[in-house]
Structure formats: structure tokens, C-alpha cells
């Protein structure tokens, strides 16, 4: 199967969670986590839609105690994505979580490990009909924390989910090392056909996060490893769902809307072209979800799809400078190029018209809105 710039995809299992479905031939999914109490249920349910505005497709909470497992029957008929119960320590919170209808159980490998344990919450997960992810985690899996250890974890836990007659799994296998990350990921690839969710732990703030986590996952992705992703940051959720549309998008696995494109700026530029850019995508990052459409896409009903169709991006360009900019707008769907106080608009290629500096975003949402209207 073939994406975006020629990556195969790695074959795996479908599995449902709610109403998403990953693996097979599904796109690669967004996932974050709530970073309140989940014992806090209004602040929980803001979280999530703000969440699900931004382009998340599922959600996970934390649940460290009965409260928390209970919060859940209150929380989930209020949102409209799957939400994921992460279980430490306490197979009991698995089984009351279950109980008050999550879609999914993440089971810690390196803490819930007893067969009888795990026995009792793969026939909740089963009854329930819902999957469990086998997440390891380098800083808590059992004996060493090398990433053959790792794979180790993850391969036994599969075989014993698998004797109890469970093969409905997701598997993940997390380090704060980038390297192992990826090479954990590489080796439990060939040897399970269930889908991963990639991610690299406690990787920091957005800037360093988001390079980290690009690097890894980049890679992974681009061998066409990797089912759903989460960005871990030590940043609000909103910006880990942000970080995975830009990762997506700049691989062409998935499309969010229009590609912007814009020059570094040097001494040549007479205009505020940072603050143009920033406006920008600032304007659409408020734009209705539904509308950030491709140009070739046409709506679908799917609601994964609501946050980019699939096909070729509508493509922008905002120039600096004579240098590259005709260049640029005229290889763009929409662009403009600038010279001391304004700018030449460009459609497909031909020029339209000149625009001032301080109207430029706006004629360029006007244009833009011109070719969604036509989907």
C-alpha cells in the first residue's frame, strides 16, 4: 500500500477503537493525552474538545485511582473521540475502567505482569470488545533497560495476552533515547503483524520535543512503520496534536489543509514578512475544521477525514523578495510576491493583480476560499 511520497506502509491487523479504526488501510491516527486530574471531569471534557478542534482523533487519560476509573462513564458521552484509560500499577483500575465504557486499556508491562492479573482484564477487554495496548516504556520496563530487553517485554506480553485468546492489540515500544526508540520499533516490526503507535518519551518542550520527536518518528514513518502517533511534550496537548499534523503533512501520509510556503527572509525583504506569515496561519488555525480541505478532495463523510481530505494540498506561497518569489507563486496554487510596499498576487501560476503589504492575508484568505467553494 502506497502514501503521500511513495512510502509503503508496513501491513498490520485492523484494529477498532470506538469509532476510529488504525491499521490496515487506515490513515495513521492522532492521539494525545489530558494533562488534568481525570477526577476533574468538566476540566477533562474542555480538554478533549479542545483536542478534538485541533485535529486529535484520540484521547487518553489517566487513570491513578477508583475516582478516576469512575470519571470516565461521566466523560465519555460528552466527547466525540475514542478515549484510552493508561494503567499503572493496579489491574483493578483496568477492570473498573472498562466497566465505565473506555474504548481502550494501555497495560504497563512493566508493572501489571501477573498472568492472573492480566488474564482478568483481557476478558473484561474481550467482552467489552475493546483493544489493549502493550505499552513498554524503557524507564519502567522489567530487568534492563536495553532495547532487546524492551522488544523482549513487549514479545512475551503479546504471548500471553495471545494464550488467553486476546489478539485484539496495539503495541508500543517508548524510550527518551532516540536511537533506541527507533531501533526498538524497527525490530518489534518484524515480528508481529499488530499495529504500533510510535512515540518517544519525556522528550521536553515544543522546540526540542518537536525536533526529537520528528526525527524519530520521520524516520519510522518514512519505512512505513507506524499506525497512530503522540507527540509527548512538557507543553499543552493542543501543541503535541500540532506537531503530529506538521510530521503527517510534511511526509504526505496525511493533508490538514493548505501548504504553506514561505521564504527564510534576508536583507532583500522590505516588508514584515515574518508577521504576514504568523498572521497567516494564525486566520487558519480558527478556520471551521471541515473546511481545510485539499484541491482535488471533495468532503468526505468519515469523520477522521474532516480535518484534510487525502490527494494533492492546496499549496501557498508568500515571497519576499524578486529573488525566488515569482519562482515560488508561480509553482504555487495561490502565492505573492513582494517587492518594497506590496505585493504581486499569483493564481495557478499567472499573475492577477498587485496587492498592498498590510491587505495581503486577507486577499490571500479571499482566494483561498475561492477554490474551497468550488469543492
Not at 1 to 19: P, S, Y
Not at 42 to 48: L, M, N, P
Not at 126 to 137: E, S
Request: charged share 25%.
Amino acid at each position: 500500500m502506497k502514501n503521500g511520497m511513495n512510502i509503503v506502509r508496513r501491513k498490520t491487523k485492523e484494529i477498532k477503537i470506538g469509532k476510529v479504526k488504525i491499521g490496515g488501510n487506515n490513515p495513521i491516527a492522532i492521539q494525545s493525552m489530558v494533562k488534568v486530574d481525570t477526577k476533574d471531569i468538566a476540566a477533562v471534557i474542555r480538554q478533549i474538545k479542545s483536542l478534538e478542534k485541533a485535529g486529535c482523533e484520540i484521547a487518553r487519560v489517566a487513570v491513578k485511582d477508583k475516582n478516576s476509573a469512575k470519571a470516565i462513564s461521566k466523560i465519555r458521552p460528552k466527547i466525540n473521540i475514542p478515549l484510552v484509560a493508561d494503567i499503572h500499577f493496579d489491574y483493578n483500575l483496568a477492570l473498573l475502567a472498562v466497566k465505565n465504557g473506555v474504548d481502550k486499556i494501555r497495560l504497563n508491562p512493566g508493572n501489571i505482569f501477573k498472568p492472573k492479573e492480566v488474564r482478568a482484564v483481557t476478558l473484561a477487554a474481550k467482552r467489552a470488545k475493546i483493544p489493549i495496548r502493550v505499552g513498554v516504556n524503557s524507564g519502567s520496563v522489567r530487568g534492563e533497560s536495553s532495547v532487546d530487553n524492551m522488544v523482549k517485554n513487549a514479545q512475551d506480553y503479546i504471548k500471553m495476552l495471545e494464550e488467553f485468546d486476546f489478539h485484539n492489540i496495539i503495541v508500543s515500544l517508548k524510550a527518551s533515547n532516540i536511537l533506541d526508540t527507533v531501533d526498538a520499533y524497527r525490530k518489534i516490526s518484524k515480528l508481529c503483524n499488530y499495529p504500533l503507535h510510535l512515540g518517544v518519551t519525556a522528550t521536553g518542550t515544543s522546540y526540542s520535543g518537536a525536533i526529537k520527536s520528528s526525527i524519530a518518528l520521520g524516520a519510522l514513518l518514512l519505512e512505513g512503520i507506524g499506525d497512530t502517533i503522540r507527540i509527548s511534550l512538557t507543553e499543552k496537548p493542543e501543541d503535541e496534536v500540532n506537531t503530529a499534523k506538521i510530521i503527517l503533512g510534511a511526509l504526505g501520509l496525511r493533508r490538514f489543509g493548505p501548504e504553506i510556503i514561505s521564504c527564510p527572509t534576508c536583507g532583500r525583504c522590505e516588508v514584515d514578512l515574518v508577521n504576514i506569515v504568523k498572521k497567516l496561519e494564525n486566520s487558519l488555525a480558527s478556520w471551521p475544521v471541515g473546511q481545510l480541505a485539499s484541491i482535488t478532495g471533495k468532503p468526505a463523510g468519515h469523520p477522521r477525514e474532516r480535518v484534510g481530505q487525502a490527494g494533492k494540498p492546496l499549496k501557498v506561497a508568500v515571497m519576499g523578495c524578486v529573488v525566488n518569489g515569482p519562482g515560488e507563486t508561480k509553482e504555487a496554487d495561490i502565492g505573492i510576491a513582494f517587492g518594497r510596499k506590496e505585493g504581486l498576487l499569483f493564481r495557478h501560476g499567472k499573475p492577477i493583480r498587485k496587492v498592498p503589504a498590510d491587505r495581503c492575508v486577507e486577499v490571500l484568505l479571499e482566494e483561498m476560499n475561492k477554490v474551497y467553494n468550488k469543492l
